[in-house]
């Protein structure tokens, strides 16, 4: 059981390039989550998705967007990346989504833009 | 939305001694109020969690307390060993989860 996983770890992107990070759970949860982390910031919600084909936006949406073919993917993609992105990425997910349920984390990508 | 403010940015503390973290909410309406631990180079872990229908909730040398009233809730640790070292972030939940900023915790030995 190897909970949450991300691939890759780390990336470096020039100005305007696309990508596309991948997070992936076996642990059958409905729910899953994209985080970025900022120094100062805590963690912010870019988008969720509530089941398999479902996406809605979070907080931070704007820039990226997500795909959910696969219940135990969630692919978090940027179009053409720009040095605000420069952070680093969570990926979450849990058996439910209303409140007073564990969110189990990934451990993070690291993504720069030059 | 939910606004989460945490303090102190930063703790220093001896190991054996305690650490306090406080965080307030905006929204009345949150109800799950949950801590995560994170580890340099890790994803956040949940180390504890209370509701709004409890005003404590312990686990070993870790508790947490609500005020639903004022809206603020802390962790606390007691007998701080050096492996408490890590960013503790706060969390409201209403719907999404609002994170606070973090607050990075050093015991030293």
């Known amino acids: 059981n190897a909970g949450v996983t991300q691939t890759p770890k780390f990336r470096v992107l020039k100005t305007g390039q696309s990508m596309t990070l991948l997070c992936a759970q076996d642990m059958n949860h409905e729910y899953m989550y994209w985080y970025r982390q900022d120094p100062g910031m805590g963690l912010r919600l870019i988008h969720y998705s509530v089941g398999?084909?479902?996406?809605?936006?979070?907080?931070?949406?704007?820039?990226?967007?997500?795909?959910?073919?696969?219940?135990q993917n969630f692919l978090l993609g940027l179009e053409s990346a720009a040095p605000s992105q420069t952070s680093v990425y969570f990926c979450a997910s849990t058996g439910y989504g209303l409140p007073g349920y564990e969110q189990y984390f990934g451990p993070g990508t690291r993504l720069?833009?030059? | 939305g939910e606004n989460v403010e945490?303090?102190?940015?930063?703790?220093?503390?001896?190991?054996?001694?305690?650490?306090v973290i406080k965080c307030t909410y905006s929204d009345s309406a949150s109800n799950y109020f949950p801590w995560y631990k994170q580890e340099l180079g890790k994803g956040p872990?949940?180390?504890i969690d209370i509701r709004s229908n409890v005003g404590?909730?312990?686990?070993?040398?870790?508790a947490v307390t609500l005020n639903k009233t004022?809206?603020?809730f802390s962790l606390h640790i007691t007998e701080t060993q050096p492996e408490d070292s890590a960013v503790y972030f706060c969390a409201a939940t209403l719907g999404d989860m609002r994170f606070g900023a973090g607050t990075r915790l050093t015991v030293k030995p």
Not at chain 1, 55 to 63: F, H, L, R, S, Y
Not at chain 2, 56 to 62: S, V
């Open chain 1, 112 to 114: 720069t833009v030059t």
């Open chain 2, 56 to 62: 404590e909730k312990k686990d070993q040398r870790i």
């Open chain 2, 6 to 19: 945490q303090h102190p940015s930063t703790l220093s503390v001896q190991e054996g001694d305690s650490a």
């Open chain 2, 45 to 47: 872990q949940l180390i």
């Open chain 1, 52 to 71: 398999e084909g479902t996406t809605a936006k979070g907080e931070v949406p704007d820039g990226y967007n997500v795909s959910r073919l696969k219940k």
């Open chain 2, 70 to 72: 004022a809206k603020h």
